[in-house]
Nanobody
């Protein structure tokens, strides 16, 4: 079982930045691809970004390209999402997830473990 804990959410003005973290105690963290998803109010959960198990490959949804950066530190069992130039439409609950596949998958069904989510609110 892989337990994931997100942190770093909050309220920020449009144009601001936040860095989300996803920590796990799993000793096998480096064997999992990791991803960030978000669920805006009243909408379905959607893919944001993913990173391969080694950290060498990343993939982004169009909504975050050029603004978001996903990274991971396998020595610290932690993944990050740096979000810059935030927009009100980025408001959502952000979830981190772990997948036993090693590539930077964007498919929600590839992710077997999920965190509880952290709220990000961007005011205009």
């Amino acid at each position: 079982q892989v337990q994931l804990v997100e942190s770093g959410g909050g309220l920020v003005q449009a144009g601001g930045s936040l860095r989300l973290s996803c920590a796990t105690s799993a000793r096998t963290f480096s064997s999992y691809a990791m991803g960030w998803f978000r669920q805006p109010p009243g909408k379905e959960r959607e893919f944001v970004a993913s990173i391969s198990s080694s950290g060498g490959l990343t993939y982004y949804a169009d909504s975050g390209k050029g603004r978001f950066t996903i990274s991971r530190d396998n020595a610290k069992n932690t993944m990050y999402l740096q979000m810059n130039s935030l927009k009100p439409e980025d408001t959502a609950v952000y979830y981190c997830a772990a997948s036993p596949v090693r590539w930077a998958t964007m498919r929600r069904n590839d992710y077997h473990y999920w965190g509880q989510g952290t709220q990000v609110t961007v005011s205009s």
